[in-house]
């Protein structure tokens, strides 16, 4: 299954804490994507790409996964960063 993930920021730029904003910047986004990698292999997971939109707060990341559940558990281990969504998606030509 191919899924992709999306993080939502669900509170407006103008209100995000510092704390908040850590995390949405893309050097945090690509550690917690290394995080991903280092232990996808123990869920049977793999992530192939992130997307980040700094001024939105969303993070879209697309993984490889048995299912669902499994995609969710490599992100909870690896930083507790978990989606808000997962869509499950088929690769178009």
């Known amino acids: ?13 103008g209100r995000w804490t510092d704390g908040l904003r850590k995390f949405l910047t893309a050097d945090a986004v690509a550690a917690a994507h290394q995080k991903d990698v280092e232990i996808q292999d123990q869920y049977g997971v793999t992530y192939l790409k992130y997307w980040l939109d700094e001024s939105t707060g969303t993070i879209f990341c697309l993984a490889d996964a048995p299912n669902k559940e499994a995609a969710m558990q490599v992100h909870r281990a690896a930083h507790g960063l978990v989606a808000d969504d ?6 178009g030509a």
């Not at 299954?1 to 730029?13: F, G, K, T």
């Open 86 to 91: 997962i869509f499950e998606v088929t690769e």
């Open 1 to 13: 299954m191919r899924a992709v993930l999306r993080h939502q920021i669900r509170s407006a730029p």
